[in-house]
């Protein structure tokens, strides 16, 4: 079962994670957006790292649940209230359980991936996060490691998509060849899940 020390530690693991690759993440948004996405998920996880060491929610759902509000209120950009709607609603689909199993976290994250396509509109295939996060979900039934592999492939798949949502998809053609960084990003937060689950403790 996952308790509340997991999922703070998927969170904490995930900021670490955005700090590390955030200059690659702003890179990946300069040819295809306007080089923000690494800066923008860098504050945004920075707030959420404090607001954890500071006031611990108690429950899985109520970290997830703070997470997505903070992303909201933090990040600029359009990812700032596509991954808070994603964390908040994955967060409200876990109710206030105090520990949940592996198959109940991939349903709630399968919401919480629905909601996201529901407020920007993006299907798989149109070169945005969600060409990593439903393949991750589809996978996360087997294992958090086939949902990490399944995540990445689908990032680097972005590649020779043709942006069809978000600010890429002014460039129409032009945003061919490039690799999605939001797609990338998401691809990051779900690796922070094996790593979350190989740390243990609280
Ligand atoms: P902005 O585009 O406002 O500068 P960011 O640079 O932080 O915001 O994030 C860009 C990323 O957001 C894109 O790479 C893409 O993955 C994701 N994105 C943009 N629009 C959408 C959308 N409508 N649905 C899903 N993801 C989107
Ligand atoms: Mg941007």
């Known amino acids: 079962m996952l308790d509340v020390h997991f999922f703070r530690r998927w969170m904490a693991i995930t900021a670490a994670s955005v700090d590390r690759e955030a200059e690659r993440l702003t890179a990946l948004d300069s040819p295809i957006g306007d080089a923000d996405h690494g800066t923008n998920l860098q504050r945004g996880f920075t707030a959420v790292r404090q607001a954890l060491e500071k006031e611990p929610p108690a429950t899985p759902g109520a970290v997830l649940t703070q997470a997505g509000r903070l992303l909201i209120s933090t990040v600029g ?11 908040r609603r994955t967060g409200k689909a876990l109710g206030d359980a105090g520990e949940v199993g592996e198959e109940q976290l991939a349903e709630a994250l399968r919401a919480g991936v629905d909601a996201v396509m529901q407020l920007g509109g993006a299907a798989p295939g149109d070169k945005t996060m969600i060409d990593a996060l439903v393949p991750a979900v589809d996978a996360l039934g087997d294992s958090f490691t086939a949902a990490r592999e399944a995540a990445e492939e689908g990032a680097v798949g972005t590649t020779p998509l043709q942006a069809r949502k978000g600010r890429a998809s002014y460039l129409g053609e032009r945003s061919i060849g490039h690799q999605d960084p939001g797609a990338t990003s998401a691809a990051l937060l779900i690796a922070a899940l094996v790593d979350a689950a190989e740390a243990g403790g609280e």
């Open 77 to 87: 950009g359009a990812s700032g209230p596509l991954y808070g709607t994603l964390l």
